[in-house]
Every structure is written in structure tokens, then in C-alpha cells.
């Protein structure tokens, strides 16, 4: 009997070296674009003139990406990922341009929607190559460094970004992004040109009317919620209930059949994925707000749950990658668990009364969840979903992803408004957010 192929030769053998790095530093870019750009926004709005349009360019960024999510899986699956895989870096270090040359905010906007729309289908590009170049074996592997692409950007992208803002100017946070993106494609190339030309039945054995107009209802929708979330008042109430009524008819359509029964299979995994960044992103927006705001920690003090808590993600990643024999929807549900019980140690942090020092390890814990549920959704997906539905399904997790972190998110701000106080808002948030969790490790068995 041969012996498999060592896992670390399948992703750094001289056939897969350059995708792998290549994808990786992929990653890495949208990362410490998505970590750098919020610490530079207020020196941004500030000299473009603009405080009252602080939200927009999260808000564009957004909208674009949930469009280019669609698309990119709607290609990918027509025609193979060969195209997006180029197309969508050079969007993105297109508007990596657009926007670090931006001298009015309009400018900016359109530097943001061709960031998002690069974003989008990259990330769905990634997932169709994985699936295409890498065996089934090496994929946890794979997916643990792509978790693990997001850990550098998560410790340093925030001070770098400051530094550079402070030094030189914000433009260059963008500006400075764009050789690497180069470098990026330059590596990537290569795998892309040997997959070959698209199988022509794909496109008929995948047709899906209606998709293009869904995806657009999507990205107005997901990036209203978005925004309503950031405003008090009635304004922020009605373009909440917008939002719901355009995207009420058009998530069907970007979602399989049975995710909201929770069908066995890659239903369950979309419904996975979806609870697990809505509870874990929900919670990590809102703790430095429970650390700063109810028990007066400073902000660089309250941002250290974040990186215990990437961390703890990058290394479950990790460690779960070096053992791709593990029954993956075992360890989703471990991962669900551990998110659960991580959310719900914040109930001890989050009122007046609480012990803020507990965030540290409980929040390490939830990051732990992550990384061993994050990976296990995306080796599921793959391992359920037919060569020419790749994209879509993983087009549908993206999306299950963004608009339940959209809504939790939203959510959040509906209780700080009606409530007032975070210290009474945010446990009534928290208990929500570890039903979800609860909700995950029960349906969880139905992925596999």
C-alpha cells in the first residue's frame, strides 16, 4: 500500500508552490485593506471633508462585494475560475488606486465598489481553485493558512496603518497595497493557466434565472442593513425595513434549495457558515465597546480580546489542517461549542457588574471555535458540492456570512438605541448570539 502524500508536499511541492503563496498573499491583501482602512478613516473623512459620509465608504464597499460575490460564483461555474481569478485582484488594486489618488470623496466611493467587487469574487475564485488544484486530503491544510492569512493583518494592520497615516498620508495605505497585488497575480498566473478550458455543458447544466437582479437586491439590501446599523433615529429604522423588503425575495434565489429547513448536506454547511461569522464578527464589533464604554478600559486595552481571540482562530486553524483524517463535521460541531461557550462567557464581562478580564480567555476560546468550525465549513462545502456548483454554493456561504453579520450587527444598534446603555444592551445581544451558537452545534451533524 503506497503511503499518501505528505500534506506539506501537496501545498509546497514544486507543482503547487506559487498557488499556494500566491493565494495566500491574496488574502493577505483584502485583510490588511479591510484591518488598515478603518483606522484610517477618520483622518480620510477628515480631510476629504466629508464627517456626515463616514459610513459610505464601508457602505460601498460592501454592496460591491456582495455583487461581485454573486457574480464571481455565477462565472466560476459557467466558465471555470480562470477569469476571476485575474480580473478580480486587478479590480481590486484598480480601486486600491482609484482610492489611494482619491482628492474628493466621490472619487473614493468608486475607488471602494471596485475593492468590493474584487473582493467578492476573489474570495469565491479561491475556494473553486482549491477545489480544482488541491486533493481532497490537503485541504484542511489549505484552509488553515488562509485562516491563518488573516492573523498578521489582525495585529499589525491597524498600528501600520496608523503610523502611516500619521507619517506620510492615508493614501498611501492604499497606494502601498498595489505592488504586492502584482506580486500576487504574477504567482497565481501560472495555476490558473494550466486548469484548462471551461467544460462547455456547464453553463446550460447550471442555469439560474434571475440571479443578476437577486444579487443587486442583495447588495442594496445587505448594505443598507450595513449602514442603518451605524444610525440613531427614525432614518436609520426605515432604510433598516428597506433593506428587509428587498432582500425577503432575493435570498432564495442566492441560497440553495433547503437552507432554511437546514437540509442535510450543503444546505446545513451555507446555514453553518452563516451563524458562525454572525456570532463571532457580531461580538468582536461590540467588545470594545463593552471594555471601553461599561467598565473604562482604553482603546488600545479593549483591543486585545481581537487579537487574543485571532490568535486562538489561526492556531485551532492550524492545528486541525495537520490532521486532515478528523471527521470534519465533528469537529464543526466542537467548533460551535467552543464559539458557544466563549459568546456566553461575555455575559460575565458585558454588564456593569462584570469581570472585563474574562474576555481574554473566554474570548481566545471563541476564537478557538473558529478556526476549527471556519475550516470545517469550508472543507465541507467543497466535499459536497459538484464540480459546476462550486461558485454558487460558495457564493451562498459568503453570503449566508455577510447577511447574518449585517443583521446581528443591525440588531446590536436597534438595543443600544432602544436601550441606551450598553451595559444593559449588549448582554440581551450577547444571550441572543449564544442561542445562534446553540442553534449551530445541534444542526451542525447535518452537514456531513
Given at each position: 500500500m503506497t503511503a499518501p502524500t505528505p500534506v506539506r508536499t501537496e501545498l509546497f511541492g514544486p507543482d503547487r508552490r506559487s498557488t499556494t503563496v500566491g493565494l495566500v498573499l491574496l488574502i493577505s491583501l483584502v485583510a490588511f485593506e479591510a484591518m488598515g482602512v478603518g483606522t484610517a478613516?477618520?483622518?480620510l473623512v477628515a480631510d476629504l471633508g466629508a464627517v456626515s459620509m463616514y459610513a459610505w465608504p464601508f457602505v460601498a464597499f460592501m454592496a460591491a462585494s456582495v455583487f461581485g460575490t454573486v457574480l464571481g460564483g455565477r462565472w466560476c461555474d459557467r466558465a471555470g475560475p480562470r477569469v476571476p481569478l485575474v480580473v478580480a485582484p486587478v479590480l481590486f488594486g484598480l480601486g486600491l488606486l482609484v482610492a489611494g489618488t482619491a482628492a474628493t470623496m466621490p472619487q473614493l466611493l468608486v475607488g471602494r465598489l471596485f475593492q468590493g467587487l474584487g473582493a467578492g469574487a476573489l474570495g469565491v475564485g479561491v475556494y473553486v481553485l482549491i477545489a480544482l488544484v488541491y486533493p481532497e486530503r490537503a485541504r484542511p491544510a489549505?484552509?488553515?493558512?488562509?485562516?491563518?492569512?488573516?492573523?498578521?493583518?489582525?495585529?499589525i494592520g491597524p498600528p501600520v496603518s496608523g503610523v502611516v497615516t500619521e507619517a506620510v498620508s492615508w493614501h498611501w495605505v492604499f497606494l502601498g497595497l498595489v505592488p504586492f497585488v502584482v506580486l500576487a497575480v504574477a504567482l497565481v498566473v501560472p495555476a490558473v493557466r494550466r486548469l484548462g478550458p471551461p467544460d462547455p455543458g456547464r453553463a446550460a447544466a447550471q442555469a439560474r434565472p434571475g440571479l443578476v437582479p437577486a444579487a443587486a437586491a442583495a447588495a442594496v439590501g445587505v448594505s443598507g442593513l450595513s449602514w442603518a446599523a451605524q444610525q440613531e433615529g427614525a432614518a436609520g429604522a426605515v432604510v433598516a425595513a428597506v433593506a428587509v423588503l428587498l432582500l425577503v425575495?432575493?435570498?432564495?434565489?442566492?441560497?440553495?434549495?433547503?437552507?432554511?429547513?437546514?437540509?442535510?448536506?450543503?444546505?446545513?454547511?451555507v446555514v453553518a457558515r452563516?451563524?458562525?461569522?454572525?456570532?463571532?464578527?457580531?461580538?468582536?464589533?461590540?467588545?470594545?465597546?463593552?471594555?471601553?464604554?461599561?467598565?473604562g478600559?482604553?482603546?488600545?486595552?479593549?483591543?486585545?480580546?481581537?487579537i487574543v481571540g485571532s490568535l486562538g482562530w489561526s492556531s485551532a486553524a492550524a492545528w486541525q489542517g495537520r490532521r486532515p483524517d478528523?471527521?470534519?463535521?465533528?469537529?464543526?460541531?466542537?467548533?460551535?461549542?467552543?464559539?458557544?461557550?466563549?459568546?456566553?462567557?461575555?455575559?460575565?464581562?458585558?454588564?456593569?457588574?462584570?469581570?472585563?478580564?474574562?474576555?481574554?480567555?473566554?474570548?481566545?476560546?471563541?476564537?478557538?471555535?473558529?478556526?476549527?468550525?471556519?475550516?470545517?465549513?469550508?472543507?465541507?462545502?467543497?466535499?459536497?458540492?459538484?464540480?459546476?456548483?462550486?461558485?454558487?454554493?460558495?457564493?451562498?456561504?459568503q453570503i449566508a456570512d455577510q447577511l447574518t453579520t449585517a443583521l446581528m450587527i443591525g440588531l446590536g444598534g436597534a438595543l443600544l438605541a432602544l436601550l441606551v446603555s450598553?451595559?444593559?444592551?449588549?448582554?440581551?445581544?450577547?444571550?441572543?448570539?449564544?442561542?445562534?451558537?446553540?442553534?449551530?452545534?445541534?444542526?451542525?451533524?447535518r452537514a456531513a
Open positions: 478613516m477618520p483622518a489549505v484552509f488553515g493558512l488562509i485562516s491563518s492569512a488573516w492573523v498578521l493583518p489582525s495585529l425575495p432575493a435570498v432564495p434565489r442566492l441560497l440553495p434549495r433547503g437552507v432554511f429547513r437546514s437540509g442535510r448536506g450543503v444546505p446545513t454547511v452563516g451563524l458562525l461569522a454572525g456570532v463571532f464578527f457580531t461580538v468582536n464589533s461590540y467588545l470594545p465597546l463593552m471594555l471601553n464604554g461599561t467598565h478600559w482604553t482603546l488600545a486595552a479593549a483591543g486585545l480580546p481581537l478528523l471527521p470534519r463535521a465533528r469537529l464543526l460541531r466542537i467548533g460551535f461549542c467552543a464559539l458557544g461557550a466563549g459568546t456566553a462567557g461575555m455575559l460575565l464581562v458585558a454588564p456593569a457588574w462584570g469581570l472585563p478580564w474574562l474576555a481574554l480567555p473566554f474570548w481566545a476560546l471563541a476564537g478557538v471555535g473558529m478556526g476549527l468550525g471556519f475550516s470545517s465549513v469550508s472543507f465541507l462545502l467543497l466535499q459536497k458540492s459538484e464540480p459546476e456548483a462550486v461558485g454558487f454554493h460558495s457564493s451562498a456561504a450598553p451595559a444593559v444592551a449588549l448582554p440581551v445581544l450577547v444571550a441572543v448570539l449564544v442561542g445562534l451558537a446553540a442553534l449551530g452545534a445541534v444542526v451542525a451533524g
